[in-house]
């Protein structure tokens, strides 16, 4: 057996640090890009790829890689054929992340532990999965249920109607509880003039107001804003590509705003990044003032690749990281919230591994005493949340910060079992506290160090984001 109970936990402190404390904590998984309508009604699959390939960009990159067509990846290959090429791949991801997590999520829920995915074992897989889902409690919220999820954050535009939060909240059988997360992206995105139009009408309709000046924009966010707080939204999320170390002035930013909404001109490079950041200044003044916690995501260099990009569009498996540098603007902008008392509780995700050090040190150069951990150096992100990826994360924290106030894993993910990635990082968590306690680096007190375990699983997401 590959994936056993005992995988990766390879001291007697790390196996009961893990089966006595960290595998039975319910999950937060508070940072995910689930379908908000599969979730409401309880979406049933037909068979694994449904479930597990569909929009997986981090499996159709693998597949890529070793040469699979596209007509397999995201095309119009049936879900049978497209299945028997990750399984026939399978055996060549050998110390990738994926050949771990695909035999973990096979574990859980489906108890496939006797064999290993190749195309050999393909049909057996196949059908005991298909067997799987079409038993009661293996809809899209079932297996949550399974994986003993307590709460999951979608991420939803302002623009969003949130029925399905709404519907969900309702629901007195939905088993856990999803909420939304206010990701505003859009609205900073004025490159794109037309587009970026075209967001704002979507945004005057659904906060039912006319929008043609700056003040009337902003009233409309504050409104859908407001809308997603009563809705139990309790966490924001921004992506950043690039920000000023000077944001624009009001009167600049209403100025490039009535030049934008004019629809006849586009800003210069300078000019857009200055309106974007006096954005962010406002969303995290906003998400202050409401007492949500912010997420800002550094490092990601979107869509590197523009013939894939035109064929496929975003969010394909055709991103890569940046090498930009953040390290003066990002402290612009906390110190300019600082200053204004309007620093919400903040996590701070790299993308890039040569930031680590930058964004745990930048962290407590803005603790205020108020809230433990109120600036977080965020879990391992995206190409990082693999087990080299997820240890450098937990040695940086260690060494520059306070692991103990670590508010812990997240998914990341579009799909719907992708929920052991917080078994994995729990695993390697209680690997690295029990080689550590068995080497005499930290005291071999299992009262002690299970409880920090308990806090970064479970307890200080609880605590933090105040669900």
Sequence with gaps: MFIHDDFLLD?????ELFHGTAEALPIIDYHSHLDPAALATDKRFANITQAWLAGDHYKWRAMRTAGVPEEFCSGTATDREKFNRWAAITPKLIRNPLYHWTHLELRRPFG?????????????????????????????????????????????????????????????????????????????????????????????????????????????????????HACGCRVSDYAIDGFSVMPASEPEAKAAFARLRSGKT???????????????????????????????????????????????????????????????????????????????????????????ELLAVMCGSFQDGTVAGKVQFGAAWWFLDQMDGMTRHIETISQLALLSQFVGMLTDSRSFLSFPRHEYFRRILCRILGRDMQGGLIPNDMKHISGIVADISYNNAKGYFGF
Excluded at 11 to 15: G, I, K, L, N, Y
Aim: with cysteine.
């Design 112 to 228: 496939i532990t006797d064999v290993l995915l190749s195309a050999e074992t393909a049909d057996s897989v196949w059908t005991r999965t298909a067997e799987a889902f079409a038993k009661p409690g293996f809809g899209a919220r079932g297996i949550l249920n399974q994986m003993k999820v307590e709460l999951v954050c979608t991420t939803d535009d302002p623009v969003d109607a949130l029925e399905h939060h709404v519907a969900l909240a309702k629901n007195p059988e939905a088993g856990l509880k999803v909420l939304p997360t206010w990701r505003a992206d859009k609205a900073r995105n004025v490159v794109d003039v037309a587009g970026w139009n075209a967001w704002v009408d979507k945004l005057s309709a659904q906060a039912n107001r006319e929008i043609a000046t700056f003040d009337d924009f902003m009233a409309a966010l504050q409104q859908r804003h407001d809308f997603f």
């Design 266 to 356: 586009t800003l210069s490079a300078e000019e857009a990044l200055r309106f974007s950041t006096y954005l962010l200044d406002v969303f995290g003044a906003m998400d202050c003032a409401s007492g949500w916690v912010r997420q800002l995501h550094l490092g990601a260099l979107r869509n590197p690749n523009g013939r894939a990009f035109v064929d496929l569009g975003p969010d394909t498996g055709f991103d890569a990281i940046s090498d930009f540098s953040y390290g003066v603007p990002l402290a612009a902008l906390l110190n300019r919230a600082a200053t204004n008392n309007t620093l919400p509780k903040t996590i701070l995700y790299n993308l890039n591994p040569r930031d680590n």
């Design 11 to 15: 001291t007697p402190q790390a196996r």
